[in-house]
């Protein structure tokens, strides 16, 4: 489904929620209390701003008494989506941040891959996949990354763990080519990189990798991710354990500028690996 028509499906998911809302005879509070979220966020689902998560959509069924409608409306949305289930409600959430603090222990973010390396990590976990999984895949990645060269784009701020500077995914040279493109986000400003060395030892456990977002109107939500699933947080208790996390982070991480140091070192190193074979 085209990114348009993926948006007018959200919309006219909101406008029914609204309109069985109204008939219900319920405030957006009203019904947020009733499942559980702020009637502010209620408010955010029916302008289409935001989307919810399943167990949200099938509570609403249940309040509003819609067999299930909602639940029906979200997974069909949801699957016709390019990216992953667990993944689908933070890409849209993404492409609406004014802030994105990001980490990641062991690969280089989705915003930052280059195209060679969103391949080569994508047939690392589906080695059987076909041409066209991979390119679909590939292709939903590295649009997602155009949010960090639009004129409204994001503060983005990734820190990773040196860990994921010196895999070489793809091979030396593509690795070379990666970690080039890293600085080059970083020095035209698109990004602000530090890196989380091995001598900082002990990190705080955040699992597979962990993002914060926050919004113009809307209070910031956090989204961490292990194998083969993710939690989207919005609890705002919970948020603010995982921005302590981050902050944390940040403060063992190297500066910008020792990081890109660091960055166009480990560069060097697999230009010369591949020099020598």
């Known amino acids: 489904m085209a990114k348009g028509l993926r948006q007018a ?10 309109r069985r809302r109204e008939a219900a005879g319920l405030t957006q509070s009203d019904l947020g209390t009733r499942v559980f979220v702020s009637g502010g966020y209620i408010g955010q689902f029916e302008q289409a701003i935001r989307k919810p998560q399943l167990d949200v959509a099938q509570r609403i069924d249940e309040v509003l008494q819609t067999d299930g409608i909602f639940e029906r409306m979200w ?25 994105i603090c990001e980490f990641e222990p062991t690969v280089v973010p989705g915003l930052l891959q280059t195209k060679e390396y969103a391949r080569a990590v994508t047939l690392a976990s589906n080695p059987l996949a076909t041409e066209e999984f991979l390119d679909e895949t590939v292709d939903a990645r590295t649009d997602r990354a155009r949010i960090l060269s639009d004129a409204t784009r994001p503060m983005y701020w990734a820190i990773l763990h040196e860990t994921a500077l010196r895999i070489p995914v ?26 989380l060395p091995f001598s900082a030892g002990a990190y705080p456990e955040m699992g597979n990798g962990l993002r914060l977002m926050e919004f113009e109107d809307a209070p910031p939500t956090a989204y961490t991710e292990a ?29 910008p500028e020792a990081s890109l140091a660091l960055i166009e070192s480990a560069a060097e190193d697999f230009r010369r690996c591949e020099r020598s074979t």
């Open 9 to 18: 499906a959200w919309e006219f998911f909101g406008a029914e929620l609204k």
């Open 75 to 99: 997974r069909k949305l949801i699957d016709k989506s390019p990216y992953a289930t667990y993944f689908a409600a933070v890409a849209e959430l993404e492409a609406l941040a004014t802030k």
């Open 170 to 195: 793809d091979g030396p040279a593509a690795m070379a080519r990666q970690l080039d493109h890293l600085v080059a986000m970083a020095r035209e400003r698109k990004a602000l990189i530090q890196v």
């Open 227 to 255: 194998v083969f699933s993710g939690n989207l947080l919005d609890d705002p208790a919970v948020v603010k354990r995982t921005q302590a996390a981050y902050d944390l982070l940040r403060a063992a991480a190297l500066s």
